[in-house]
């Protein structure tokens, strides 16, 4: 059974850091690209980040270009997501995300076959 599982939510103030993990089991991720997404309440989910087999292909959304970091260890199944500069409105729930059988990282959700269970970050102003 394929699992995704994030972790590493929380409360913030703003301006302050927190950083992601989602860690793979069931299989492993290492020809697939990886993503985040997030969901505020009463908004739709939303790209948020994502990441190639390579970790040399990056995709960022402009609302969190420059803050935020996405990488990926492919040893440990594992991808992050840094996040700097935290802003209220990064308030949401947080998605990982992984595609089946593409290399290549997708602003689509669509295109992403396992996700996670969320992970709930807020950031206080």
């Known amino acids: 059974q394929v699992q995704l599982v994030e972790s590493g939510g929380g409360l913030v103030q703003a301006g302050g850091s927190l950083r992601l993990s989602c860690v793979a089991s069931?299989?492993?991720?290492?020809?697939?690209?990886m993503g985040w997404f997030r969901q505020a309440p009463g908004k739709e989910r939303e790209f948020v980040a994502a990441?190639?087999?390579?970790?040399?292909?990056?995709y960022y959304a402009d609302s969190v270009k420059g803050r935020f970091t996405i990488s990926r260890d492919i040893a440990k199944n594992t991808a992050y997501l840094q996040m700097n500069s935290l802003k209220p409105e990064d308030t949401a729930v947080y998605y990982c995300?992984?595609?089946?059988?593409?290399?290549?990282?997708?602003?689509?959700?669509?295109?992403?076959?396992?996700w996670g269970q969320g992970t709930q970050v807020t950031v206080s102003s």
């Open positions: 995300a992984a595609r089946q059988v593409a290399a290549s990282p997708s602003l689509r959700g669509d295109e992403y076959s396992y």
């Open positions: 069931g299989r492993t991720f290492s020809n697939e690209a």
């Open positions: 990441i190639g087999t390579s970790g040399v292909s990056k």
